[in-house]
């Protein structure tokens, strides 16, 4: 039976760029051991020689030309933006 | 005028019985009337859609116009609106209104489809009861005590109270069938491919699909045209033909091959369930069906699998919502990684923050062969099982649910019994194989559905034996007393 520590789900909820507090580690931990401990049951199966399945139509993929389709919609875009400026988006200062 | 099918309504308004204006006033008055309890729009398009109803009234005066137009439809709120708020279900996009249209509702828009509303659903449509919506849960039609299913909750309460003729779903991993199940409706996942995903907001790319929500599979079959076909914005859609759907809708089922899995009629199916799908074999067997027992010895890895696969892809397609180019930012943000955390953290939900952390603990080193890899290696047996299966049947039959509607509230604190709710929905999404889900009868006043599995691209297979099956029986025809 796998068991996820708070510490673990820091770790993971960082990596996700995700905050969570003590409090909230210690629901999530529990609730993702349970959801660990069903998905467990994949270790049942011998499936060693099986060749991984990402796209259920195997090559059915249709990749359009590489040129241009899109008109520059730069306003409309950037009107989304929770901040911008000079046709930029704006985020907190990067480099100290 | 609101238990129509799409046939019937078209009919009116071409003959000039009913306007569209008319026809969307009446529509928006069923929806004031009763969406205050059910929940199930996040946004209601009033003053468009009968702006909209408006021009099509004038052009009829002028020209022929699309046999459907001015018909009004709910889309979910997964699918970009130009111009129209769309949420996802989440606080994330809570202020999102998008500058383009999704490929679906640009074809329903070209077919004279009227957007009446975006209808409410699970965030960002993880969830099985539509109780993880941002905008609160929705009501079941049928006893507003009780789930309306999910994520496509909002397009199954709608269509079941009849404040929309039709809608649209998505469907993960059953959220088009398992809503349409325990909402008494017919509901179409398509092979995946069939049908485009551009504009239409990813959850776990693989397995998403969207598809119609209907009262009958006459109408999904309607939809359905609209709906499929290649789309260039989209390199996973299907480049192959679109047959038409509506054809072979008539054709006598008389030989076709059904398979019963057997582990699917186990003793723990639940017995009440097990007499209302012997109802449907035994209807299916007078009209001249041949049942098989087939098996798929790998379903009981299903869940497992999906767990891991839907997950990780979810943590992939959800880190884009990073407080910068648009959605929800926190309030003064101390530094970048701040805003990221605080803005992801703030603007999703619980359900969506655990999947994204189950996601990306099965992604993470040291993990990723142990889950992620062998799980998709699981999802290549369980396809490999239904295409030997469907060598020997045309179709497969199953419940589409375990039981009716749960009580709201009941499950929400107990992720792994949501998820076994949809135990015969979900391998179907890993096999990429399409699926419908029709009324099956009732169960103590709540609806109950089956299930038909096809072969990839078989839509029409399934629409003509559903179609048929709505021909013997009445299930689909009724609806819940509050809203006759």
């Known amino acids: 039976m796998t068991t996820v520590n708070q510490e673990t789900i820091k770790k993971v909820a960082h990596l996700a760029r995700l905050k969570i507090n003590d409090e909230e580690s210690k629901t999530t931990a529990a609730a993702i051991t349970e959801v660990l401990n069903l998905v467990e049951k994949i270790n049942t199966a011998n499936v060693e020689d099986v060749h991984p399945l990402a796209n259920p139509l195997d090559n059915n993929l249709t990749p359009r030309a590489d040129a241009v389709s899109e008109s520059n919609q730069r306003e409309a875009l950037l009107l989304l933006a929770p901040s911008s400026e000079a046709g930029l988006y704006l985020v907190p200062q990067v480099i100290e | ?484």
Request: net charge neutral.
């Open chain 2, 1 to 484: 005028m609101h238990h129509l099918s799409l046939k019937a309504i078209a009919n009116k308004l071409t003959k000039k019985e009913i306007s569209a204006v008319e026809l969307i006033q009446y529509f928006l008055d069923r929806i004031n009337t009763h969406d205050k309890t059910l929940n199930s729009f996040v946004t209601v398009c009033e003053e468009q859609a009968l702006q909209q109803a408006h021009a099509v009234d004038q052009l009829r005066n002028k020209k022929k116009l699309p046999y459907y137009a001015g018909i009004p439809i709910a889309q979910k709120d997964i699918f970009c609106t130009q111009g129209i708020k769309t949420s996802c279900g989440s606080k994330m996009l809570d202020n999102f209104i998008p500058p383009y249209n999704a490929t679906v509702i640009e074809k329903f828009n070209q077919a004279g489809f009227i957007t009446i509303g975006k209808t409410n659903m699970d965030e960002f449509a993880m969830g099985s009861s539509n109780e993880s919506s941002f905008y609160g849960a929705v009501k079941n039609p049928w006893n507003i005590t009780k789930v309306p299913g999910g994520s496509s909750g909002g397009s199954s309460a709608a269509i079941a109270a009849r404040l929309a003729p039709v809608a649209t779903g998505t469907d993960t991993g059953g959220s088009i069938r398992q809503p349409a199940a325990l909402c008494n409706l017919t509901g179409l996942k398509p092979t995946y491919g069939r049908v485009s995903r551009y504009g239409m907001i990813a959850f776990a790319s693989s397995l998403d699909q969207g598809g119609p929500m209907a009262k009958t599979a006459e109408d999904a079959a309607i939809m359905l045209n609209i709906m499929a076909g290649h789309d260039a914005k989209d390199s996973t859609c299907a480049n192959n033909a679109v047959p038409d759907y509506t054809a072979n809708l008539e054709n006598p089922i008389k030989g076709l091959k059904i398979g019963l899995p057997k582990e699917y009629f186990s003793a723990q199916l639940d017995s009440n369930v097990a007499k209302q799908i012997e109802q449907v074999i035994q209807t299916y067997k007078n009209a001249g069906a041949e049942f098989i027992e087939i098996s798929l010895p790998s379903s009981e890895l299903a869940i497992s699998a999906y767990y891991i696969i839907a997950p990780a892809e979810a943590s992939s397609n959800l880190s884009r919502y990073d407080g910068v180019r648009y959605g929800y930012r926190c309030e003064d943000p101390k530094d970048l990684t701040d805003m990221y955390e605080r803005s992801r953290s703030e603007g999703f939900g619980s359900e969506v923050k655990r999947r994204i952390i189950v996601g990306t603990y099965a992604l993470s080193a040291g993990y990723y062969d142990a889950y992620y890899i062998k799980a998709q290696k699981i999802r290549r047996v369980i396809r490999d099982e239904f295409l030997t299966a469907l060598n020997k049947v045309d179709v497969i039959l199953s419940p589409t649910t375990p039981n009716t509607a749960f009580n709201i509230g009941e499950k929400v604190n107990v992720p792994v019994s949501m998820y076994l709710s949809d135990i015969y929905t979900i391998a179907v999404n890993l096999a990429g194989l399409p699926a419908i889900s029709a009324p099956a009868g009732f169960i103590n006043g709540l609806p109950l559905g089956f299930q038909l599995i096809g072969k990839h691209f078989a839509e029409s297979t399934l629409l003509n034996a559903v179609h048929q099956y709505q021909k013997l029986t009445d299930w689909h025809t009724q609806s819940p007393e509050q809203y006759a």
